[in-house]
């Protein structure tokens, strides 16, 4: 049973900075692809950033350049670096794992609040 834990969401003020992180049990992390969502209030989830198991990287356009994630295998976590928030940043951010088989596990998310 994989489980994922995110922690690191808070408060911020609009231009401030927040890393999330995302710790993997139970699963062989180091293959697999990890990625972090987002849902805000009234919206559909969407796709903030995906990083595969060579390190390649894709990001939402509305973040790119603002926003990095990265993973350590040997801790099994993958970090999401996010830099000049703003308030349409708001929401809660849930880690995504796919393993090779297509198939997706989820935390419960943390909530991440950027005031004007």
């Known amino acids: 049973q994989v489980q994922l834990v995110e922690s690191g969401g808070g408060l911020v003020q609009a231009g401030g900075s927040l890393r999330l992180s995302c710790v993997s049990s139970?699963?062989?992390?180091?293959?697999?692809?990890m990625g972090w969502y987002r849902q805000a209030p009234g919206k559909q989830r969407e796709l903030v950033a995906r990083?595969?198991?060579?390190?390649?990287?894709n990001y939402a356009g509305s973040v790119k350049d603002r926003f990095t994630i990265s993973r350590d295998n040997a801790k099994n976590t993958v970090y999401l670096q996010m830099n000049s928030l703003k308030p349409e940043d708001t929401a809660v951010y849930y880690c995504?794992?796919?393993?090779?088989?297509?198939?997706?596990?989820w935390g419960k998310g943390t909530l991440v609040t950027v005031s004007s």
């Open positions: 995504n794992e796919r393993d090779l088989n297509g198939r997706d596990s």
């Open positions: 139970g699963s062989m992390f180091s293959i697999n692809t």
């Open positions: 990083i595969t198991s060579y390190g390649s990287t």
